[in-house]
């Protein structure tokens, strides 16, 4: 993935990290913990990507032109995040459709419009708008509709400790908001196996 200018500063951070370390009563120097200020670091880098793309970037001119004004479904498209509150990961499938006017977007990009927002500290109200405003924005379809289900580890690890709740957000614009047929259309495809 693109990504800028690194914007961490590798000392500090693995500075703060060994401190950290010790602060819970282990040795930042034994072979096990060594590096993994360093891992950290690289694993933080990944986690945040989504702050060097922008749906543009990676859409990257992959609009046909083409006659089709049927809804258009990606389901199951695997996300990763961290949540912004705990920096604790959150994870699951995003669902999206779009019904196009004119244009199509190369079937590949939308999982990587949702690694642009998911790729960066987020709560997942906001992902799932971010997701369709950004498929509005690029598209200009008649609607889009995403949904997204994840299980969030500051739910299951900490707090309230509930490891099967699982948490479900949709985003409908255009048509998929204003027509009651095209949003049961919708969530009746997103039911079939």
């Given amino acids: 993935m693109k990504r800028g200018p690194d914007p961490l500063d590798p000392e500090s951070i693995q500075s703060l990290l060994r401190a950290a370390i010790a602060s819970v009563g282990e040795n930042p120097d034994r072979p096990g913990l060594a590096k993994t200020p360093e891992r950290v670091i690289e694993s933080f880098r990944n986690f945040t990507a989504g702050y060097g793309m922008t ?59 949702v690694e642009v927002f998911s790729k960066r500290l987020q709560v997942q109200e906001r992902l799932t708008n971010q997701i369709a405003d950004a498929l509005m924005e690029v598209l200009r379809p008649r609607g889009v509709a995403v949904v997204i289900d994840a299980f969030h580890l500051c739910m299951a690890m900490r707090g309230v400790e509930k490891q099967n709740a699982h948490t479900r957000t949709s985003a409908l614009l255009g048509c998929f908001r204003r027509q009651a047929t095209t949003r049961a259309e919708f969530f009746s495809l997103l039911r079939k196996e």
């Fill in 55 to 113: 749906p543009a970037d990676v859409v990257n001119g992959a609009l046909f032109e083409e006659r089709c004004d049927d809804m258009v479904m990606i389901r199951g498209i695997d996300l990763y995040s961290l949540c912004e509150h705990h920096l604790l990961p959150f994870y699951g499938r995003c669902h999206v459709a779009y019904i196009p006017k004119g244009k199509l977007i190369g079937l590949s990009k939308v999982p990587r419009i």
